[in-house]
């Protein structure tokens, strides 16, 4: 069966209620699954660790989804670890992917549909990366209307290796203040923790966040926006996508202010690693 009959199966996928309103029933209610099925089999991707493919993930679900159903239910549901893959990265080297099963996948984006609607209204308005209605086109924009307001150099920093340092602890009691499902928090923890597989090697994770999975970018830009809200308590104006983040400064003096002393917090919490990659003026003349 092809992706793009997949696609067309969801009617014959046993979805069934969940239980009384919580925010678990609320992922597993069949309309949200339909939807999340759906975007999964769009996006295509290659099999997790498993070695199951796209197509495959309808028979699969409506053979065994009344078990994965009362697991997650009960809390007792353990994600598969992911695969790894190596990708190069645009400048150079390369860039480790972890590809969750098909099956985490669609529990992932299922997830992501319900978690998005409660943390992206909380997000700053600087922040463009992984956000519904929001683009690259549009930080571009932000960017450009910062340099016309006279704010000509720019500080340009990348939390260095942020993904594969990010603090489970820390983003978990970040999530807490707005989720009380245990169930949902502990299937989040989960996938954090969930072992990688390279060379036929599974080692577990004790930091980080695997890029790869629908869940990861939102569970990103909720750690991130620590650093957001902080810039702009210091009356910073910058643009974010993802880990890039761009500051807007008027002058040479302010450029050269290091970011471990302009930005001490990054070293207090999960963003160990911040670095000015490089400064440089939009005019020769400023």
């Known amino acids: 069966m092809k992706a793009d009959r ?67 239910l009960a809390g007792e549901y353990h994600p598969q670890g992911v695969r790894a893959v190596e990708i190069p990265k645009p400048k150079g080297g390369t860039r480790q992917l972890g590809i969750p099963s098909v099956v985490d996948r669609l529990i992932q984006q299922a997830l992501l549909q319900q978690l998005t609607p409660i943390f992206d209204p909380l997000f700053s308005d600087y922040s463009y990366g992984f956000r519904p209605g929001r683009s690259a086109h549009q930080a571009i924009e932000t960017a450009r209307n910062q340099v016309a307001a006279g704010h000509r150099w720019c500080v340009e920093l990348d939390l260095e290796k942020f993904f594969d340092r990010v603090n489970h602890d820390i983003l978990m009691a970040m999530i807490e203040r707005h989720v009380e499902d245990k169930r949902v928090l502990r299937l989040i ?98």
């Open 6 to 72: 997949a696609q067309t199966s969801t009617a014959s996928v046993a979805w069934t209620n969940a239980e009384p309103d919580t925010l678990m029933a609320r992922v597993l209610a069949p309309a949200n699954l339909k939807r999340a099925y759906q975007r999964v089999v769009s996006n295509k991707g290659a099999p997790g660790a498993d070695g199951m493919a796209v197509d495959q993930l309808a028979g699969y679900v409506k053979q065994y989804w009344p078990i994965l159903k009362s697991r997650l």
């Open 189 to 286: 923890r989960r996938y954090l923790e969930a072992g990688v597989m390279s060379g036929g090697i599974v080692s577990r994770r004790q930091e980080g966040t695997q890029q790869g999975g629908p869940l990861s970018p939102l569970l990103s830009n909720i750690l991130l926006n620590e650093l957001d809200r902080e810039l702009e308590r210091r009356g910073h104006r910058f643009v974010r996508y993802a880990n890039d983040v761009n500051i807007y400064v008027r002058s040479r003096r302010a450029r050269l202010l290091e970011p471990q002393n302009e930005l001490p917090f990054l070293y207090k919490s999960s963003f160990e690693g911040c670095c000015r990659k490089k400064t440089f003026p939009f005019d020769e003349t400023s």
